[in-house]
């Protein structure tokens, strides 16, 4: 008999291109879905149960079990650093991580201020460049920051760049490409090899068509 997986899923800007990524594999998955508040789906036809988290948490149920696989933004598992499988580059919701900042911003601090929501990957990034700097964690509209004057720069995910220009703001470093990955708890996968499996393979078969 097969075992029920529990799949962490991203709510927000990737859950729709995953919902359809899954459905492409030929998992039967309900309409209702999309447009629920509800944070938890059974589905035991396809064996599933869903939990539907935060993008940034995805990669927390999964290090401590309570999902056995999940969907995450790579952006998610550089700054989280979570203890999981990354087992598949899903190839779906591509953008990037940037510097970002004024057009004409002029540094004069020692060490200038740097608003993110990505603090970890930030501290990384300006330590290898061996930059000083100071490090404002806010949790969105981050490019609100140079506006106001709370930060010199930003580091945030561009996805078609309409943010930036909107806000009169200009890409000045790239730091990473970004993609969805499928990730697993390392437990679950000796536990549930099977499912797992069966799971990345009709995954794989549907990746980048
Ligand atoms: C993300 C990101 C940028 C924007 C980039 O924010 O933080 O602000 O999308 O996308 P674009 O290049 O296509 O404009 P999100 O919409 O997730 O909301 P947030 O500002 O609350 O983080």
Redesign the pocket.
């Known amino acids: 008999m097969s075992q029920i997986l529990t799949v962490a899923m991203p709510k ?2 990737i859950f729709d291109e995953a919902v359809q990524l899954l459905r492409k594999a030929g998992y039967q998955l309900p309409g209702e879905f999309q447009d629920s508040r509800k944070l938890i789906f059974d589905i035991p036809e396809e064996g599933f149960r869903f939990i539907l988290a935060k993008p940034m948490d995805v990669s927390t149920y999964v290090e401590h079990g309570v999902a056995d696989v999940g969907i995450a933004g790579k952006d998610v598992l550089l700054e989280e650093e979570r203890d999981v499988y990354e087992v598949l580059d899903l190839k779906i919701s591509p ?1 990037h991580l940037a510097v970002a900042g004024l057009p004409d911003g002029v540094i004069k601090d020692v060490a200038p201020k740097v608003a993110t ?1 990505y603090p970890n990957v930030a501290s990384k990034y300006f330590r290898e460049q061996g930059e000083q700097v100071e490090i404002i964690r806010l ?5 609100l920051a140079p506006l106001i004057g709370l930060a010199e720069r930003i580091v ?9 220009a ?1 806000n009169g703001l200009v890409e000045l470093e790239h730091i990473a490409n970004i993609t969805s990955r499928f990730i697993v708890n390392p437990v679950s996968y000796r536990l549930k090899d099977r499912e797992i499996d069966e799971m990345v393979e009709r995954l794989k078969s549907v990746v980048g068509e």
């Open positions: 927000g800007r953008c929501k949790n969105g509209s981050i490019e945030d995910i561009v996805s078609t760049g309409r943010t930036l909107e």
